[in-house]
């Protein structure tokens, strides 16, 4: 389900759907990391540090007004390479960066997301073949070129999403998911799990998300960029 969303105003208050937020990924305040934060992140080589710092430093700017917290004060747990979490009962939260981008998700329910830049170079039939299963391919028999680059590029980013939703890997679980391309319907060959889902292209960025009431989603700006 492709849907063509702008920016809302910003955002105050705990909201009751899932709500994304997409920006640079650099910007947000880094003084308000925690000390285990900012010992993950020396551990990590430069470029990785930066990602990881800058990224949760978004994540506790963008979650403080909707909790009712400063930004130090957000009880998040986010170790490298791990998906981040909340407290219990205070909701669920996704994140994806890729390049100098950053896309989050906050739902009261679990909920994944991924980014990648809309014009991202895709040998577009060679992962079509290598990763997706026969019945998506059938669907995407005849495009070639840049008709099948999107295409390809709209179920990758909407998979990862999905297996993020679940909190599975990605080895075990992209082939096991099929995307109809007609209907934006997403479903788990395994298991028959169909997700609300929505996916769209927004200034230069292909985006996802997943989860229940996902379809009815806001995009936001991060708030550095106000």
Not at 16 to 38: H, I, N
Not at 138 to 153: N, P, Y
Not at 158 to 179: F, V
Not at 190 to 206: I, K, L, N, Y
Request: glycine content about 12%; aromatic content about 6%.
């Amino acid at each position: 389900m492709s849907l063509g969303i702008g920016w809302d105003a910003p955002l105050t208050g705990a909201p009751q759907q899932p709500q994304l937020w997409l920006g640079p990924l650099r910007g947000a305040d880094l003084s308000s990391l925690s000390a285990l934060e900012r010992d993950w992140g020396d551990g990590l080589p430069e470029g990785q540090r930066q990602r990881y710092w800058h990224s949760r430093a978004a994540l506790r700017q963008q979650l403080a007004p909707v909790l009712g917290l400063g930004p130090a004060h957000v009880p998040l747990h986010s170790p490298p390479g791990r998906p981040p979490r909340l407290a219990e009962g205070l909701g669920w939260i996704s994140l994806s960066h890729s390049g100098e981008g950053l896309l989050i998700g906050y739902s009261p329910r679990p909920i994944g997301v991924d980014l990648e830049p809309a014009g991202r170079p895709l040998a577009a039939a060679g992962l079509m073949r290598r990763f997706y299963p026969v019945a998506e391919q059938a669907r995407l028999q005849g495009l070639a070129g840049e008709d099948l680059r999107q295409e390809v590029l709209t179920s990758w980013v909407l998979k990862e999403a999905a297996i993020k939703w679940r909190q599975r890997s990605l080895a075990a679980e992209l082939s096991q998911w099929c995307y109809d391309h007609a209907s934006g319907g997403l479903q788990h060959l395994g298991d028959g799990v169909q997700p609300d889902c929505c996916s769209a292209v927004h200034a230069g960025w292909r985006w996802a998300a997943v989860g229940a009431g996902c379809s009815r989603s806001n995009l936001h700006r991060l708030l550095s960029l106000r």
